[in-house]
T-cell receptor, first 118, second 115 residues
């Protein structure tokens, strides 16, 4: 597709379970971001990939959260031992950074994965 | 620390009214970007505008206009002659010029346009 694709759109799990959320960015976009949006709040930054490497993971709340992007395209956000407080919409975004390195500033967001931990 | 405040949690107006969404920000950076995003019920964030802190000119795009006042750290968004399709949650955000787009978002303003 032309936009950022996220799966699943909805995930309900039980406390303590492991969850994976997938993001397929716009083709050719080298930068990929994960944000988390709690109910009634604005999105909060989690992690940023430039290519295959996590260039900035300062927003990950704790070591239960991990993300990978092994081939520089699709990314997976992994949450271990889920807690009720992890319930939120997880948004993925991608952007194109030109060869000059200047930040274009425009992120293209997916529709998010709504995670509910019971 | 960076912070964005959208004091209006919800706004409800009748179609064709003009409406202004307020945004106030805090940053120690001397240069930065400011953004507005729209979030319709489908959930994705739709980019509306990016403003560089160097450029204080106001901008108009159709029924949308933005008023950037660096002196008061505000970046307000006005919709003229509102339409039902404008109903959404609107977010103001602050970002750095270089490096990762670690945007700092406000809490959002839910705008409802009634027919």
């Amino acid at each position: 597709g032309a936009g950022v694709s996220q799966t699943p759109s909805n995930k309900v799990t039980e406390k303590g379970k492991y969850v994976e959320l997938r993001c397929d960015p716009i083709s050719g976009h080298t930068a990929l971001y994960w944000y988390r949006q709690s109910l009634g709040q604005g999105p909060e930054f989690l992690i940023y990939f430039q290519g295959t490497g996590a260039a900035d993971d300062s927003g990950l709340p704790n070591d239960r959260f991990f993300a990978v992007r092994p081939e520089g395209s699709v990314s997976t956000l992994k949450i271990q031992r889920t807690e009720r407080g992890d319930s939120a919409v997880y948004l993925c975004a991608s952007s194109l950074i030109p060869s000059g390195g200047a930040n274009t500033g425009e992120l293209f967001f997916g529709e998010g994965s709504r995670l509910t931990v019971l | 620390a960076q912070k964005v405040t959208q004091a209006q949690t919800e706004i409800s107006v009748v179609e064709k009214e003009d409406v202004t969404l307020d945004c106030v920000y805090e940053t120690r950076d001397t240069t930065y970007y400011l953004f507005w995003y729209k979030q319709p019920p489908s959930g994705e964030l739709v980019f509306l505008i990016r403003r560089n802190s160097f450029d204080e000119q106001n901008e108009i795009s159709g029924r949308y206009s933005w008023n950037f006042q660096k002196s008061t750290s505000s970046f307000n968004f006005t919709i003229t002659a509102s339409q039902v399709v404008d109903s959404a949650v609107y977010f103001c955000a602050l970002g750095r010029i270089q490096g990762a787009q670690k945007l700092v978002f406000g809490q959002g303003t839910r705008l409802t346009i009634n027919p």
